[in-house]
């Protein structure tokens, strides 16, 4: 347990472990935002308008759900090498690299989750704002109001996904020590050198944030609904 809590001091008080705490949350957030924006328009344009071949959009959408973390770093390495069609951005072995390639993870993954539940409620809705009169602008801004909480999951699902992976970023980022080594990637490095007790130490540091993040979602969602109320 000593060796547990020196290691949560180091944490706080080493550079490199710090670099890679800023690099997973740097990551994380500007991949789930990316995500967050195409991934809710996707979904939300896939459930409201019917066109030919959407069926087979969605299950190509559904197959891209379950790809691997490594195909998709993979694909994105391919495009970010030297001699590769984006090689001219300089991106591989950077965290803009990363996020490139956490974004085509999570934007299936968000584009999936928001067209199911929107699919399960917009419909009536919709029919709902329709009787009552309302314009195409109200009639969005209330489906977005009542499937609110189902984003706000789908957000804290794919912001989790993001802070977790590990064969994608370490592909496309390289673990390079100060600059794209990130929580998950020190884990397996420490793992790789047989230093387990900091690696579940920082595996715990990992999860706290998690649950933070989790919890302020919650709380916002409280807050909201206590706004409502009142």
């Known amino acids: 347990m000593g060796r547990i809590a020196d290691w949560f001091v180091k ?11 800023g690099v997973t949350l740097k990551m994380a957030f ?10 809710i328009t996707a979904g ?16 190509i959408n559904r197959t891209m759900m379950g790809m691997p973390p490594v195909v ?15 090689g001219m951005l300089g991106w591989l072995f950077t965290v803009k690299g990363m996020i490139v390639a956490q974004t085509l993870i999570i934007v299936p993954i968000m584009t999936g989750m ?19 009169g309302a314009g195409r602008r109200q009639t ?10 189902d984003i706000y999951f789908c957000i804290v699902t794919a912001f989790g996904r993001s802070i977790s992976e590990v064969g994608s970023v370490m592909l496309v980022g390289g673990n390079i ?14 793992k790789s050198q047989g230093i387990f007790t900091e690696g579940i130490a920082l595996g715990v ?21 206590a706004d409502e109320n009142n």
């Open 140 to 149: 969005v801004w209330t489906v977005l109001r009542e499937i609110r909480h």
């Open 177 to 190: 020590k100060g600059k794209t080594r990130t929580m998950t990637t020190a884990i397996s490095l420490l």
């Open 30 to 39: 500007f991949s789930c935002l990316i995500s967050s924006v195409l991934g």
């Open 11 to 21: 944490c706080f008080t080493d550079e490199a472990i710090l670099s890679a705490i």
């Open 114 to 132: 928001v067209h199911q539940h929107a699919s399960g409620k917009a419909p009536a809705i919709r029919e709902f704002c329709m009787t009552m």
């Open 72 to 86: 998709a770093g993979l694909v994105v390495y391919l495009l970010l090498m030297r001699r590769g069609p984006l």
């Open 44 to 59: 939300l344009l896939l459930e409201r308008y019917s066109f030919k071949g959407k069926k087979f959009i969605i299950r």
């Open 205 to 225: 540091v990992l999860l706290v944030m998690a649950f933070i993040i989790q919890w302020l979602c919650d709380f916002l969602q409280k807050e909201e609904s």
